[in-house]
Structure formats: structure tokens, C-alpha cells
């Protein structure tokens, strides 16, 4: 007979820290100045006491994405303007916690797909001036694993290019987190429709249209 060890086989990766360290990669710290404005005065400043020192942190750090906007337009706009642009997108489309990030990992070990890195959606202001710098010098900045369920993360990982828009000032549903607890209409906040008959989901997260009883 062939005894076998059925115990789960040990694991080198590291545990998430939830909540992570506030100084570490965090959604809106890639605004540049004039998006972070816009996102707070929207929410009429509105800042809890106890996160005035991250409000801080965020807007020093804009101040420094707003001059490497401006550098890395000098330096690579012409050639981004240049750039063609002549295959058609793939857009992975689903509720969370339903698989999409997995089908993105599976997609982006494809060779012929190409898709933005953690780094880019986080920083998509500059990274291309960078990127390279900050991998190789601060990559204790970027969360190992993802503090929700534990899988793996970094600057390299495939990321939602939502994050991107986010952070570049455009509507994004996740410009709602920053501020969870303040109501908002449908206009601002995307709304899941077509639950059980054909009622709309109540609730103050950032997909639900809390302002309808």
C-alpha cells in the first residue's frame, strides 16, 4: 500500500493585512490635484477626522502627479498621439466577486493580448516615465496580496483599467468609495437592475441607488 498525505500543501504566501497600511497603494492616490478637488468638493469636503492624515498624504502626492503629467505629455505626447490603435478591445463584464479577475489573469498570460499592469491603473498620469523607477525602488508600496481574499498582487499583476479612469478624474463607480456613507441619485452612481422581479437592490454601496426607498 501507498500511504498518502492528504493534509493541504503548505503555503509560502504572505497573509493579507486587512485593513492594509494607509500609506500603501490606495485607490484615489493616483489623482492628479485638480481630480482629487473635484472628488472631495463633490462630496462637500465632508472628511472624517480620523483620516485627515491620509487626505494629506493623498493631495501632497497629486501636487507631485500633476507636474508628471505635464512631463510625460512633453516627452512621449507626440508619440502617443501617433499611436495606432487597430485591434478591437475585450471587455470582461460582471458582478464582483464573480470570476472576472480570473478570466483577466488567464487572458493576460496570452501573448497576443495585451492589457495594463496594477502600476498603469494606479499611476495613469505618469507611468510611463515611472514605472521602472518605482518597481525597482519602492515596490513596498504595492500590496503583496489583495486584503479581500488573499490572492496574489503587485505592480505587475493585470488590473481593471477602472481603476485608470478613476484616477484620472473621469465617472467611475469607484469614486464612490471614498465616501460610502453619502446618498446619491442614479446619475452619479451606477445602478444594478434586473433582480428578483425586477425590483432594483437596495443599499448605501457604491452599486447600489440608495437614494429610492
Given amino acids: 500500500m501507498i500511504a498518502t498525505d492528504n493534509r493541504p500543501a503548505s503555503t509560502t504566501r504572505p497573509k493579507a493585512t486587512n485593513p492594509p497600511p494607509w500609506w500603501q497603494l490606495m485607490?484615489?492616490?493616483?489623482?492628479?490635484?485638480?481630480?482629487?478637488?473635484r472628488l472631495l468638493g463633490r462630496n462637500r469636503f465632508r472628511?472624517?477626522?480620523?483620516v485627515v492624515h491620509v487626505v494629506a498624504y493623498v493631495t501632497v502626492v497629486s501636487l507631485g502627479h500633476t507636474l508628471l503629467r505635464?512631463?510625460?505629455?512633453?516627452?512621449?505626447?507626440?508619440?502617443?498621439a501617433r499611436t495606432p490603435i487597430d485591434q478591437p478591445p475585450i471587455f470582461i463584464i460582471g458582478h464582483w466577486?464573480?470570476?472576472?479577475?480570473?478570466?483577466h489573469e488567464?487572458?493576460?498570460?496570452?501573448?497576443?493580448?495585451?492589457?495594463?499592469?496594477?502600476?498603469?491603473?494606479?499611476?495613469p498620469n505618469h507611468f510611463l516615465l515611472t514605472e521602472a523607477l518605482v518597481k525597482r525602488w519602492l515596490p513596498f508600496f504595492s500590496l503583496s496580496v489583495r486584503p479581500m481574499d488573499n490572492m496574489p498582487a503587485g505592480f505587475d499583476r493585470p488590473q481593471e483599467d477602472e481603476f485608470a479612469l478613476c484616477n484620472l478624474g473621469q465617472p467611475s463607480p469607484y469614486l464612490t468609495i471614498a465616501f460610502p456613507t453619502i446618498?446619491?441619485?442614479?446619475?452619479?452612481?451606477?445602478?444594478?437592475?434586473?433582480?428578483r422581479r425586477g425590483r432594483s437592490p437596495r443599499g448605501s454601496g457604491p452599486f447600489c441607488d440608495?437614494?429610492?426607498n
Fill in 27 to 37: 485607490i484615489w492616490a493616483g489623482c492628479d490635484f485638480f481630480a482629487w478637488m
Fill in 70 to 80: 505635464r512631463v510625460q505629455q512633453v516627452v512621449f505626447g507626440r508619440r502617443l
Fill in 183 to 195: 446618498r446619491r441619485s442614479s446619475r452619479n452612481t451606477s445602478t444594478w437592475r434586473g433582480s
Fill in 47 to 50: 472628511i472624517h477626522w480620523s
Fill in 106 to 123: 488567464f487572458l493576460a498570460l496570452d501573448d497576443r493580448h495585451v492589457g495594463p499592469s496594477t502600476y498603469e491603473c494606479m499611476e
Fill in 97 to 103: 466577486r464573480t470570476g472576472t479577475t480570473l478570466l
Fill in 210 to 212: 440608495s437614494s429610492r
